[in-house]
């Protein structure tokens, strides 16, 4: 991988595939549509020379592959909001796919699980039946199944599949993200789902140092891969943990069915987060053997020092 170029690369996994890659030495384009977020992006990191911005809109193909001179991969880390998946997020994939397509490019689709559907294994590999029960399941499985079209010749794309996520640069676009922000903030925080069922939650460090190894390896292409988190944890250990870091002993509200659909009078996004409650009661949760039989070993953060580490990242912000 000489050189990469990362888009939405504002965003929550965005970021932290950025600066690992910027940590690496690879020259990288951090493509958005924000200006003003991509310059902070780079004055967070340090100013360094190898890494450009770009702006455009990830929905323009052409924006895409102006943006991509020389880079030989590939991330998409842009996503839409839940209230829009159903019509959004398929045509922002063909723009990437028909950018990529034209350069020849490798692509690392980062992902999620909502095409499983429900558990049906204790850890689910790889080869876990897709068949999901919802809405957004649905349209995330189509979305694959259009990633990997023949039509895309050129290009060889990969996706890599993270359980929900944490770390310095998550934002709203993750469960966790919103609650531990609130706590940094000295405020009553919302907790979506189960406090007491332990849940696998992935650190974003981590994860962006093993996509990247993934990245790197020409035969990873043309596959699933799963980025597995450091175990389990339930929201009330997370919550002690995040509090102790820093001192906070305000109210953590958990948000079931009732406080969501209550919630998204106001806010339509909580509205849909209503379908994918039943992941925080039963769990699924990704085996990483793939990633450790052909890659090597998976690297995972406890959750104390993940959540400590996250929690003074935001107090500083």
């Known amino acids: 991988?000489?050189?990469?170029?990362?888009?939405?690369?504002?965003?929550?996994?965005?970021?932290?595939?950025t600066e690992e890659l910027v940590r690496r030495g690879i020259r990288t384009v951090?493509?958005?549509?924000?200006?003003?977020?991509?310059?902070?992006?780079?004055?967070?990191?340090d100013n360094p020379h190898h890494l450009t911005i770009a702006v455009g809109d990830a929905f323009?193909?052409?924006?895409?592959?102006?943006?991509?001179?020389?880079?030989?991969?590939?991330f998409h880390c842009a996503n839409v909001p839940y209230?829009?998946?159903?019509?959004?997020?398929?045509?922002?994939?063909?723009?990437?796919?028909?950018?990529?397509?034209?350069?020849?490019?490798?692509v690392v689709v980062i992902d999620g699980i909502y095409p499983y559907g429900r558990r049906q294994m204790d850890r689910a590999t790889e080869d876990h039946p897709k068949q999901p029960h919802t809405r957004k399941g649905k349209i995330r499985l189509a979305y694959e199944e259009m990633l990997f079209e023949a039509r895309w010749s050129q290009a060889k794309v990969m996706i890599v599949r993270l359980p929900d996520y944490y770390g310095p640069t998550a934002n709203e676009a993750s469960y966790l993200g919103?609650?531990?922000?609130?706590?940094?903030?000295?405020?009553?925080?919302?907790?979506?789902?189960?406090m007491r069922v332990p849940r696998e939650y992935v650190y974003l460090p981590d994860a962006a140092f093993m996509i990247a190894e993934l990245a790197a390896r020409n035969e990873a292409y043309g596959e699933n891969w799963h980025i597995p988190g450091a175990g389990l944890i339930s929201g009330r250990e997370i919550v002690r943990i995040a509090r102790q870091a820093i001192g906070s002993s305000k109210p953590v509200i958990p948000l079931g069915r009732g406080g969501l659909s209550l919630l998204g009078m106001a806010v339509p996004v909580m509205k849909e987060v209503v379908e994918m409650l039943?992941?925080?009661?039963?769990?699924?949760?990704?085996?990483?053997?793939?990633?450790?039989?052909?890659i090597g070993p998976v690297r995972a953060t406890s959750f104390e020092e993940g959540i400590t580490n996250t929690m003074h990242a935001l107090k500083k912000k």
């Not at 991988?1 to 595939?17: D, H, N």
């Not at 323009?60 to 590939?74: C, H, K, Q, T, Y």
């Not at 531990?180 to 979506?192: D, H, P, Q, S």
């Open 1 to 17: 991988m000489k050189k990469a170029i990362v888009v939405g690369a504002t965003g929550g996994t965005g970021a932290s595939v």
């Open 30 to 45: 951090a493509f958005g549509r924000s200006r003003g977020k991509l310059e902070q992006l780079k004055a967070n990191l």
């Open 60 to 74: 323009r193909p052409n924006d895409i592959v102006m943006a991509s001179e020389g880079a030989d991969v590939l």
């Open 83 to 106: 209230h829009e998946m159903v019509s959004k997020l398929i045509p922002l994939g063909e723009s990437v796919m028909e950018a990529a397509n034209r350069l020849d490019l490798k």
């Open 178 to 194: 919103s609650t531990l922000e609130a706590i940094a903030a000295g405020k009553t925080a919302f907790f979506i789902g189960n």
């Open 278 to 294: 039943y992941l925080t009661e039963e769990p699924l949760v990704l085996s990483g053997d793939k990633y450790k039989r052909l």
